[in-house]
């Protein structure tokens, strides 16, 4: 409060200091009081524009209430006054962090997911072809769309940062006319307001590494009722969660620990999480069963999607030690077009990664042997349990 005093008595005596502004909204901050915070360092930016500490300060604060947008504009102002300015870097970089994963550079980047979707794209478009894509993402999908003739195309992304990035994107390949992306998750979409009818075809690409985290049942549930006709096309058309047994030395020695010469060291694995991201492709994986289907979906046929459980019994094919079950996904079309990112699919660019679910202990195998699973999922939350092995 005697800061706050002796800032206001600053301004009184002198209403172009800017130092004395910037460090009003400081005290502000400290305050809780953001809204007069940010009057404050947009005051000393109004007086002097090459202020970088208030820039600074209002980067810092839009982020700390959320509000990343505004955060990243004054960040980008900041670094255009000043491009080595290491606190404006690290916090436009933690934003980006947060809210654009690194693996959509590597998906965008995905050759074979492309293909699929490109080849599934020109079975089903038409000149007079309706299309509503639910994920813009970098607007790929949409404007393949467009090019290839496809008469209106909306498409909704609910990240603000991903949506404007993506009106820039389509605007530099002269789509703007072409392509409407709407800032709202598909599910608050409404006909005759945001869309003008319901679609003829549905496209989509909210599929996680485990198939089903980015809401997509929901999504899809709620677009076959409200948001496209009733013989619209559908990409994909059916969606499998697959898996197989795994073992292999090299992934051994990156999820499970036993002992360092003389010292046991077991016990650590009781901390260790049992979901694994496999990002690395150096990692020699062993598939020590064939590839079972878990979960299977049919977009086109089904129009609710409830959560399952079951048990499933995989036959060991290799012998030796298994630490537990590696999960991919597949995309399908009816007319046979199909995409797998298979674990022995080794691809320099993937946005789908492979989850391995470990077993408390590893398991050791005989040829024939049979593992049974508990396979479930809750319409966004997969995993797989040990349940027995029989002799």
């Known amino acids: 409060q005697k800061a706050k005093s002796c800032y206001e008595k600053a301004i009184q005596i002198n209403p172009n200091y800017a130092g004395a502004h910037n460090n009003l909204g400081i005290v502000f901050k400290e305050l809780g009081e953001h809204q007069k915070a940010i ?25 700390n209430i959320s509000r990343y947008d505004e955060a990243l504009q004054y960040c980008d102002q900041l670094l255009n006054l000043a491009p080595e300015t290491l606190k404006a870097k690290v916090i436009k970089s933690e934003i980006l962090r947060k809210h654009i994963p690194a693996w959509h550079a590597s998906m965008i980047n995905d050759k074979d997911r492309n293909n699929f979707y490109l080849s599934a794209l020109k079975s089903v478009i038409k000149t007079n072809s309706s299309v509503l894509e639910i994920g813009t993402g970098s607007g790929l999908l949409s404007m393949m769309a467009a ?11 609910t990240n603000s940062i991903m949506a404007a990035t993506a009106k820039q994107i389509i605007a530099d390949n002269n789509l703007g006319e072409k392509i409407n992306v709407i800032q709202k998750k598909s ?5 005759g307001i945001d869309i003008n009818k319901p679609a003829d075809i549905l496209v989509s690409e909210i599929f996680s590494s485990n198939l089903l985290s980015e809401d997509a049942l929901p999504s899809l549930e709620d677009a076959k009722q409200r948001l496209i006709s009733k013989k619209a096309k559908i990409i994909p058309e059916y969606g499998s969660i697959m898996i197989a047994l795994f073992g292999g030395e090299d992934i051994g020695k990156n999820i499970y620990t036993e002992k360092f010469e003389n010292i046991k060291l077991k016990k650590f694995n009781s901390i260790v999480a049992k979901k694994y991201i496999l990002h690395r492709q150096d990692l020699k994986i062993n598939l020590m069963s064939n590839t079972f289907e878990a979960f299977r979906f049919d977009f086109v046929n089904k129009n609710k999607f409830p959560s399952e459980n079951k048990k499933i019994e995989i036959e060991a094919t290799k012998g030796g030690r298994s630490y537990g079950i590696i999960q991919w996904i597949k995309m399908e079309m009816s007319d046979g077009l199909k995409h797998e990112n298979h674990p022995s699919n080794l691809t320099s660019a993937s946005g789908w990664q492979k989850i391995l679910y470990v077993f408390d202990d590893p398991i050791e195998l005989s040829i024939g042997q049979n593992v049974v699973i508990t396979a479930k999922h809750e319409r966004n939350i997969v995993w797989f349990f040990l349940e027995k092995i029989q002799n």
């Open 187 to 191: 599910t608050d979409i409404k006909i």
């Open 147 to 157: 090019n290839l003739g496809a008469h209106e195309i909306n498409t909704c992304e």
């Open 39 to 63: 009057s404050c360092y947009e005051k000393a930016i109004q007086i002097n524009p090459d202020f970088a500490d208030a820039y600074c300060n209002l980067a810092i604060l839009y982020m």
